[in-house]
């Protein structure tokens, strides 16, 4: 006789939303601010104050991409006009302290644009520093709040690594797309180096939580968001990959027209992994 | 999981539950919800080869755990555990509609509602001299009262086959079930 099992394992299905948009924008929005304060941080620190002009309007966005974030947050809420209390626990609860440092993450973000759009170029390289440190803490934060017993599909290091993957990968490919490099080839391949450790780090977290959900999941399970997953992979991994590997020997050419489909496509396909991410979470009720 | 003494709690006699919903549909009553929204839930398991098939209901609101996840994950301080009963009790004007406490509790028990924009849950109908869903259960199969005195009931446990761990939150309820339910 086969061994007593349940023919239903993972209960009912929730009636809760569960694609979370708002969430989605949230988190890559505070993760792209932070991949670009830190590559701000970088171009400032290994092209110089004059020379790091090319940087100026995508550093001067990053404090509106914060804002934007945080302002997309309020959807998720039932009752956005009482946000303020989200704070309100911050001695017991992950949320309140996710909230809090992103709000740090923010104000730094503030002072860090503005020094970017107004030129003021004293003290910019350390509030560059600060600013990025405080978004590395705040997307950290962000990561944690998923990490609960009661989510298996979130519980496990795949998640933060994700999170941490798409911080690099935005960080690193945006200005490698966006920014006129003639003369900085050498500071390109950082970024382009950026944009393979981040897209691997994200291929390595896809497949780190399909291996993770096969122990605990049914297929068909698994086969909802196999669609959204597959768009992730090609778009946010194998694409950036392929566009750094042949960008690297040129390193001085022209490369912005590339940007009207490479980039929008980057996130379109981080924003369909953050999306299964949400779906495989909410889905369903723990038990 | 050791009770303590204040602590209030659950005992849900599962051999007696016939799957009527009618706990349910008392507590739906009189918290006013509406379609969908299931403070209380009966959750019917089924198992087995025939001929050594089973089947078990577990009627299941908020456990009132003695180590609340709700408590701790709630960034608005909406919930609380009140010292002198353990009641984990749920302050709708506090809430914000986050719903963090749906992803975070083992059980399921705090319900969103999106017309409200705000999560409601079981207070153990407080105010009132028993619960509805212990005055309406027509086979008397759910009790209420200190958890020190239901977990020494025959048969009590709260280690349930595919149930959560109850070292999680040390949940606030003890069952009476068959064995084929049992962990």
């Known amino acids: 006789m086969r061994e007593?099992?349940?023919?239903?394992?993972?209960?009912?299905?929730c009636l809760c939303r569960s694609t979370e948009w708002p969430l989605v924008l949230f988190t890559l929005a505070t993760q792209l601010a932070c991949g670009?304060?830190?590559?701000?941080?970088?171009?400032?620190?290994?092209?110089?104050?004059?020379?790091?002009?090319?940087?100026?309007?995508?550093?001067?966005?990053i404090f509106p991409l914060i804002a934007a974030g945080l302002l997309g947050s309020l959807l998720h809420l039932g009752r956005p006009w009482m946000s303020w209390r989200a704070v309100a626990n911050l001695r017991q609860s992950?949320?309140?302290?996710?909230?809090?440092?992103?709000?740090?993450?923010?104000?730094?973000?503030?002072?860090?644009s503005a020094c970017w759009w107004t030129g003021n170029t004293e003290g910019r390289l350390i509030l560059g520093v600060a600013t990025s440190a405080a978004g590395i803490v705040a997307v950290w934060a962000s990561a944690a709040v998923y990490k609960t017993p009661t989510r298996p599909a979130w519980n496990s290091g795949w998640l933060p690594a994700s999170f941490l993957g798409t911080t690099v990968l935005l960080g690193g490919v945006t200005p490698a797309l966006l920014i006129s490099w003639a003369g900085n080839a050498g500071i390109l391949r950082v970024f382009l180096a950026a944009t393979i450790a981040g897209s691997l780090l994200l291929l390595v977290a896809a497949f780190w939580m399909l291996a993770d959900l096969s122990r605990c999941a049914s297929g068909t399970f698994l086969s909802g968001h196999s669609a959204w997953l597959g768009c992730h992979v090609a778009l946010a991994s194998v694409l950036p990959v392929a566009i750094a590997v042949r960008l690297w020997p040129n390193g001085t050419a022209e490369i912005t027209p590339l940007a009207v489909w490479v980039l929008p496509a980057v996130l379109a396909g981080s924003a369909a992994g953050r999306g299964a991410m949400y779906w495989l979470g909410t889905r369903y009720e723990p038990f | 999981?050791?009770?303590?003494?204040?602590?209030i709690g659950f005992f849900v006699d599962a051999t007696r539950c016939s799957n009527c919903?009618?706990?349910?549909?008392?507590?739906?009553?009189?918290?006013?919800?509406?379609?969908?929204?299931?403070?209380?839930?009966?959750?019917?398991?089924?198992?087995?080869?025939?001929?050594?098939?089973?089947?078990y209901n577990l009627s299941m609101s908020c456990n009132h755990c003695e180590d609340p996840a709700c408590v701790k994950g709630c960034p608005a301080g909406a919930y609380s555990k009140r010292a002198e009963d353990g009641i984990v009790v749920h302050d709708p004007e506090k809430c914000i509609g986050c719903r963090y406490c749906t992803w975070v509790c083992p059980y399921g028990a705090?319900?969103?509602?999106?017309?409200?924009?705000?999560?409601?849950?079981?207070?153990?109908?407080?105010?009132e001299t028993v619960p509805a869903c212990v005055a309406a259960c027509p086979m008397r199969a759910i009790e209420v009262g200190p958890l020190a005195?239901?977990?020494?009931?025959?048969?009590?446990?709260?280690?349930?086959?595919?149930?959560?761990?109850?070292?999680?939150?040390?949940?606030?309820?003890?069952?009476?079930?068959?064995?084929?339910?049992?962990?």
């Not at chain 1, 007593?4 to 299905?13: A, F, I, S, T, V």
């Not at chain 2, 999981?1 to 602590?7: E, F, G, M, T």
Request: hydrophobic share 45%; net charge positive.
């Open chain 1, 94 to 112: 992950r949320l309140s302290r996710e909230v809090l440092l992103t709000a740090v993450f923010a104000a730094l973000a503030l002072a860090y």
């Open chain 2, 21 to 55: 919903k009618t706990c349910e549909i008392a507590c739906k009553d009189f918290n006013g919800l509406g379609p969908g929204r299931r403070i209380r839930k009966v959750r019917s398991f089924e198992g087995g080869e025939f001929p050594a098939v089973f089947a």
């Open chain 1, 36 to 61: 670009l304060a830190a590559a701000a941080t970088v171009f400032d620190a290994m092209a110089g104050a004059a020379g790091a002009q090319p940087m100026r309007p995508l550093a001067a966005a």
């Open chain 2, 110 to 127: 705090p319900q969103y509602d999106e017309r409200d924009g705000r999560v409601r849950k079981c207070n153990l109908c407080l105010g």
């Open chain 2, 149 to 183: 005195e239901i977990a020494e009931k025959t048969g009590a446990t709260v280690a349930l086959r595919d149930w959560p761990s109850p070292a999680l939150t040390r949940p606030s309820i003890r069952y009476r079930v068959r064995k084929e339910a049992q962990a």
């Open chain 1, 4 to 13: 007593w099992r349940l023919q239903n394992p993972h209960g009912h299905e």
């Open chain 2, 1 to 7: 999981v050791a009770a303590s003494r204040a602590q």
